[in-house]
């Protein structure tokens, strides 16, 4: 039975971990080992609806505690500067397949190339508003939202938090782990019976969470689990980073996704600060010329305060190995065009703590075999919507771009696009065509389909009255958006007197 579990990582993702199966299973014993030497990966700023939800659905983490700390700001989507539309939006609401009042079809059927939003969120967006304003001035925190997050604040926050529910956290470097057979889920396999540290001591745990980034110290170096990389679908295996003080730009409730020469830039809007990062291919482009396309278009970014990050894209065979369960970069990683790890660390997490409690920590193989068939199938779906960017994007005709479109490997996307040339933006058969537990649903594929305008050649005009019907939604939607709520005003709003009403 499980009673002590070592978490291996104080990043994101080790403390997040930590935090879930201390608040689910309180009868475990949680420690937390990490390297202040090697330290945390420092990025991972925006987020999917998934964190917000975890925190405080899943977890019951008190509001005002996470906002007066960890000083979030809202993301209600992405805007694509992408394919050939000046933008688009893809947000968290689901507004490319809804049928509206008076129309036969979903939205994005009716996307021309007049429409710039296609339901209130997107709308809100497009006029840099957070939320809709509430009859006492207050915003309506109801919308579905992510935040944006800057990652040294989270991870103090997480710290703090994963200490007073009475996990401990200790410093210290791993060196080494002893392997040897184990019985944790029932059945003989090769594990970690314990850690070595550097001066020489052990750390015997019954469950080990391997969270140490992409150093993947348990899962990758001692039980050599296979990484498969994701490189025929997503080319991309650099970013170049920097930022600037926020002076009076307006701050966005949204990330923008900006195709770049050898890849593309994200920009992340934080309270006091703005963060840019470039991912580019190394194949295609070196990190001086990076450096410089990211410099030239943006200025304000002081050229000394840069860095590059390395990465690979790809997954662990397994997450689940023995009595090792890997949660974060120790398991996989994609570059952040969707800002999928945090969420996808807390559907790990969430997983994880669940089966401490309906197992009553006697987890047996059946379910272990399927947990790794559920967490690997999260990975390559997000492999998957990735390669339906990369594929369709027309903005550019530099060598990269025209490699993406050439050569990007589909993957489990590829009947999805196939379904969609043949009929176009239709939901007919989205719950066959796309399970529920795929992250991005049926909405995200139509988001990005009609916003770089993939063509399917028996495609159709709307009756003009139905267009009519159409340019009065898209008029009312603007409207409400006009009388919203920006990110400033809100948070001003949320952490003034009226905050008791929206938040424990
Ligand atoms: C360029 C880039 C942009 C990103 N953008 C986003 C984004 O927008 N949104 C998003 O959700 N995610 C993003 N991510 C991913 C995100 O940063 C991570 O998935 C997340 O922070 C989790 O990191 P981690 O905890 O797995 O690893 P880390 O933060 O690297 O933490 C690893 C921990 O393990 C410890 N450790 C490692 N080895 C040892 C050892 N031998 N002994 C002791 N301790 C050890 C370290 O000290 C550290 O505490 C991005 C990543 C990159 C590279």
């Not at 998957?384 to 990269?400: M, S, V």
Request: glycine share 10%; hydrophobic share 40%; with cysteine.
């Amino acid at each position: 039975m499980i009673k002590n579990v070592v978490v291996l990582g104080g990043g994101s993702a080790g403390f997040m971990a930590a935090i879930s199966l201390k608040t689910k299973a309180p009868w475990l014993t949680v420690r937390v080992l990490r390297s202040q030497d090697i330290g945390v990966i420092g990025v991972g700023e925006g987020t999917t609806v998934a964190f917000p939800r975890f925190l405080f659905d899943y977890l019951g983490v008190a509001r005002r505690d996470f906002y007066a700390r960890a000083e979030p700001t809202w993301k209600l989507g992405i805007r694509f500067l992408w394919g050939p539309r000046r933008e688009f939006y893809y947000t968290f609401a689901k507004e490319y397949e809804a049928v509206l009042p008076g129309l036969s079809r979903p939205a994005g059927f009716y996307h021309d190339h007049e429409t710039q939003w296609v339901g209130l969120t997107s709308a809100l967006m497009a006029h840099d508003k957070a939320f809709p304003r509430n009859p006492d001035g207050s915003p309506q925190l109801a919308m579905p939202h992510a935040f944006h997050l800057e990652n040294q604040k989270l991870v103090g926050w997480l710290d703090g938090h994963a200490r007073r529910l009475g996990v401990s956290v200790e410093d210290a470097n791993v060196t080494g782990a002893e392997t040897g057979p184990v019985h944790t889920t029932g059945r003989e396999e090769r594990g970690v019976r314990a850690l070595v540290l550097d001066d020489g001591s052990r750390v015997a745990a019954d469950l080990f969470v391997d969270a140490s980034g992409f150093r993947s110290e348990l899962l990758g170096r001692a039980l050599e689990e296979p990484y498969l990389g994701f490189d025929k679908s997503l080319f991309c295996d650099r970013a170049v980073i920097g930022g600037w003080e926020r002076a009076d730009e307006v701050v966005r409730p949204y990330t923008i996704a900006e195709t770049m020469d050898h890849g593309w830039a994200w920009q992340i809007e934080h309270a006091h600060f703005i963060n840019r990062g470039y991912v580019y291919s190394s194949a295609h482009t070196d990190d001086d010329a990076a450096r410089e396309e990211l410099l030239r278009k943006n200025p304000k970014i002081p050229a000394d305060r840069t860095r590059v990050v390395r990465y690979r894209s790809g997954r662990r065979a397994r997450n689940w190995v023995g009595n090792v369960v890997g949660v974060g970069n120790s398991v996989g990683f994609v570059e952040p065009l969707e800002a999928t790890a945090l969420g996808v660390i807390a559907l790990e997490c969430i997983m994880l703590a669940d089966t401490m409690v309906e197992t009553g920590g006697q987890p047996g193989p059946v379910l272990v075999d399927l947990y790794n068939q559920h967490n690997t199938q999260a990975w390559d779906d997000i492999r998957d919507f990735l390669a339906a960017h990369y594929a369709f994007n027309t903005r550019l005709d530099t060598p990269f771009w025209r490699h993406c479109r050439d050569a990007t490997d589909l993957a489990g996307a590829a009947r999805i696009v196939d379904w969609y040339r043949e009929n176009g933006p239709s939901t007919l058969v989205k719950g066959i065509l796309i399970p529920e537990s795929n992250s991005f649903g049926f909405e995200g594929y139509l988001a990005m389909f009609v916003g770089q305008k993939l063509q399917y050649p028996r495609e159709r005009k709307p009756a003009p009255k139905e267009m009519q019907a159409w340019r009065q939604h898209v008029a009312a939607f603007a409207e409400k958006a006009r009388g919203g709520m920006g990110v400033m005003e809100s948070l001003r709003s949320i952490h003034g007197p009226g905050w008791g009403k929206v938040a424990r």
